[in-house]
């Protein structure tokens, strides 16, 4: 009898799968591969530069 999966567990093999075929594509098409630009960076910086996180509390609800 299989295991029921975790929310956690399910999550992670989603990623893993969603990685996988990031690394398929880049692997078969290495022209697509592009830099972030530097106003984007800059955004997303400007967007959680107020944002507190405490490194040692749980990310679950």
Known sequence: MAKKQTQAEEDAAIIGKLL????WDMLDQPPRI???P???VAR????????????????AG
């Open 20 to 23: 996988e075929c990031l690394t």
């Open 44 to 59: 997303g910086k400007a967007l959680v530069e107020s944002v507190k996180v405490d490194l040692d509390q749980s990310l």
């Open 38 to 40: 530097t106003a984007l």
């Open 34 to 36: 592009q830099r972030v």
